[in-house]
């Protein structure tokens, strides 16, 4: 898990897909162009770093091509960072799912955004327990009515009224028992914990394709 700074205010989060790359949301794009950028690997507790956090600068954006700012299809990202994370015992990567994840799944999303809308950004990095939806549903008239694509994931939360919040975007939704990056948190409802519009991410599975061949071709860049 990272968080992405702008002018030392969490604005998104993240996760390392290499040890100069982070995977994330294409709509922080234009926040991130709005002020210095860091890139914060290991961190917990936002006002305060300890010797093992290490900060980086972004050398390079890489949205999506087909991404579409209005109806936020493939919002997925990745940015290569200005140089190599140094493993231990705060950071590792995690693999990239091998396949969609069926409904029911459990997961977890974790991040340093609000508790609830209009909340403060929380200080101290927070994991909640979710489970996939059937798209079906989720894209029903009652929920997000056909804005959810075959490339989209629908979660949600498995207590009552929790739900990823603004500052959450980008951070990765995490299954199974392996432990393996399905998802990156795009969107939600005006109210996080509208129950009839829940939290949407991107199906990394559908994108593994391109990160990979990004990766491959543009490491050296």
């Given at each position: 898990?990272?968080?992405?700074?702008?002018?030392?205010?969490?604005?998104?989060?993240?996760?390392?897909?290499?040890?100069?790359?982070?995977?994330?949301?294409?709509?922080?794009y234009?926040?991130l162009?709005?002020?210095?950028?860091?890139?914060?690997?290991?961190?917990?507790?936002?006002?305060?770093?300890?010797?093992?956090?290490?900060v980086?600068?972004?050398a390079?954006?890489?949205?999506?091509?087909?991404?579409?700012?209005t109806?936020?299809?493939?919002?997925?990202?990745?940015?290569?960072?200005?140089?190599?994370?140094?493993?231990?015992?705060?950071?590792s990567?995690?693999?990239?799912?091998?396949?969609?994840?069926?409904?029911?799944?459990?997961?977890?999303?974790?991040?340093?955004?609000?508790?609830?809308?209009?909340?403060?950004?929380?200080?101290?990095?927070?994991?909640?327990?979710?489970?996939?939806?059937?798209?079906?549903?989720?894209?029903?008239?009652?929920?997000?009515?056909?804005e959810?694509?075959?490339?989209?994931?629908c979660i949600?939360?498995?207590?009552?009224?929790?739900?990823?919040?603004?500052?959450?975007?980008?951070?990765?939704v995490?299954?199974?028992?392996?432990?393996?990056?399905?998802?990156?948190?795009?969107?939600?409802?005006?109210?996080?914990?509208?129950?009839?519009?829940?939290?949407?991410?991107?199906?990394?599975?559908k994108y593994?394709?391109?990160?990979k061949?990004?990766?491959?071709?543009?490491?050296?860049?």
């Amino acid at each position: 898990m990272v968080s992405i700074h702008i002018g030392g205010i969490p604005a998104c989060g993240g996760v390392l897909v290499h040890a100069r790359w982070v995977l994330t949301a294409a709509h922080c794009y234009p926040n991130l162009i709005q002020g210095p950028i860091r890139v914060m690997v290991g961190l917990h507790w936002q006002p305060r770093r300890n010797a093992r956090v290490q900060v980086f600068t972004v050398a390079k954006f890489v949205p999506h091509p087909s991404y579409n700012r209005t109806t936020l299809a493939n919002d997925i990202m990745l940015l290569k960072l200005d140089k190599k994370v140094v493993w231990n015992k705060e950071t590792s990567l995690l693999p990239l799912s091998k396949r969609n994840p069926t409904p029911g799944t459990l997961c977890s999303v974790a991040g340093w955004g609000r508790f609830r809308e209009g909340s403060k950004y929380s200080h101290v990095l927070r994991e909640l327990d979710v489970k996939v939806m059937d798209i079906r549903m989720c894209n029903n008239s009652q929920y997000w009515h056909g804005e959810v694509t075959s490339t989209m994931m629908c979660i949600e939360g498995i207590k009552k009224g929790s739900a990823p919040c603004q500052g959450d975007s980008g951070g990765p939704v995490v299954c199974g028992k392996k432990a393996e990056v399905a998802g990156v948190i795009s969107f939600t409802g005006k109210s996080c914990v509208d129950v009839f519009k829940p939290p949407v991410a991107m199906a990394v599975f559908k994108y593994k394709t391109w990160i990979k061949k990004y990766l491959r071709w543009g490491r050296d860049l």
